[in-house]
Nanobody
């Protein structure tokens, strides 16, 4: 089992950047592919990005390609989401999750963090 804790959210203006972190404890994060999802009020949770166990493979939602970058430091059991050129529509609670494979669907993930709020003002 693995526990996940996100941090780094906040209130920013459109065009700004934020870097989210997700620290894993319990089993080491290198045992899992790690994903980021987000959920805006009144909307379903949606895929943002995923990275493979060794960091060699990544996948992104079309809405964030070219703006967001997922990375990981397995020595620190930490996964990051660098978010640049933020838009008001990026406003959501952001969750990291652990999976056995680089799934892009929520059903592929076994463990979830509690989320960190990102608010982008126009």
């Amino acid at each position: 089992q693995v526990q996940l804790v996100e941090s780094g959210g906040g209130l920013v203006q459109a065009g700004d950047s934020l870097k989210l972190s997700c620290v894993a404890s319990g089993r080491t994060s290198s045992d899992y592919a790690m994903g980021w999802f987000r959920q805006a009020p009144g909307k379903e949770r949606e895929f943002v990005a995923v990275i493979s166990r060794n960091g060699a493979r990544t996948n992104y939602a079309d809405s964030v390609k070219g703006r967001f970058t997922i990375s990981r430091d397995n020595a620190k059991n930490t996964v990051y989401l660098q978010m640049n050129s933020l838009k008001p529509e990026d406003t959501a609670a952001y969750y990291c999750a652990a999976s056995t494979y680089i799934y892009t669907h929520i059903m592929g993930y076994d463990y979830w963090g509690q989320g960190t709020q990102v608010t982008v003002s126009s």
